[in-house]
């Protein structure tokens, strides 16, 4: 049985789909409609041809000009990445999250979660999105290797070993190479390629944020609030509130 959710906004009406493939996401989201915890937010992030953020309780009749986008409760989701069954396709219901720096296991902020609009992409701009994730893949395997042999590298540094470095870096190299290839490659799936070209989204926040659901009714209304004006901190210029979220 599908879960499914109606977001009441002034702005119209969301349904939306939770994924049982994401059970952590799933769940937090029911428990925070049964305690009304988003009810009387705002999406306090909208950015036009991208999407629509909201959920953090911080906005509640916030005034103008104050600083959104840090509200939550205590707690933090781990990550539940389900890739590439899920993406982010027009419609996707995502969790916000802190950066890499402080959060490098990614895990998703409590209550704030975001709607993706997007726009649609040429195949030759996925290419080179594909292009640019396998270059990053491996920079971030290469990065993890390098961490794990830090106090070798340091030695060899102190010793002012250039031949020494040269020949650990050429041995990192190739297991980066080794390692890259029994992940896969980074690539776009035809299900993918067919939702950006055509529907559109956001591919580079793919296997970034966890995607737990969809909208199943209402993209015009997303639309609409993503269409809006804002001020320079992307908040919309009229409030576009949440007046509540009910279980179907």
């Excluded at 002012?160 to 390692?179: M, N, P, S, V, Y």
């Excluded at 029994?182 to 580079?204: R, V």
Aim: one cysteine or more; glycine letters at 8%.
């Amino acid at each position: 049985m599908a879960t499914r959710l109606k977001i009441k906004t002034s702005e119209g009406d969301i349904i939306i789909r939770l994924y049982d493939e994401t059970p952590q996401h799933r769940d937090n989201f029911l428990k925070l409609a049964k305690e009304k915890y988003l009810d009387g937010t705002i999406f306090h992030r909208v950015i036009k041809d991208f999407m629509i953020q909201g959920g953090d309780p911080e906005s509640k009749n916030a005034p103008k000009g104050k600083m959104l986008g840090t509200g939550g409760p205590d707690y933090t989701i781990p990550a539940e990445f389900v890739y590439p069954q899920y993406f982010h396709k027009r419609g996707a219901l995502s969790a916000a999250r802190t950066g890499d720096e402080v959060n490098p296991n990614r895990e998703s902020s409590g209550s704030q979660f975001y709607i993706v609009w997007g726009k649609t992409y040429k195949p030759a701009e996925l290419k080179q999105m594909e292009h640019q994730m396998a270059m990053q893949q491996e920079q971030s395997v290469f990065n993890e290797l390098t961490r794990q042999h830090r106090d070798e590298i340091m030695d060899l540094r102190r010793n002012r070993d250039r031949a020494g470095l040269q020949t650990l870096q050429d041995k990192l190299i190739e297991e980066t190479k080794k390692i890259c290839k029994q992940e896969g490659k980074s690539g776009f799936t035809p299900e993918q390629i067919e939702a950006y070209t055509t529907i559109g989204g956001t591919p580079f926040l793919d296997n970034q944020y966890t995607v737990f659901g969809e909208v199943e009714e209402g993209l015009d209304v997303v639309e609409r609030i993503q269409d809006c004006e804002t001020d320079r901190n992307d908040r919309p210029n009229k409030d576009v509130k949440i007046e509540s979220v009910e279980i179907l």
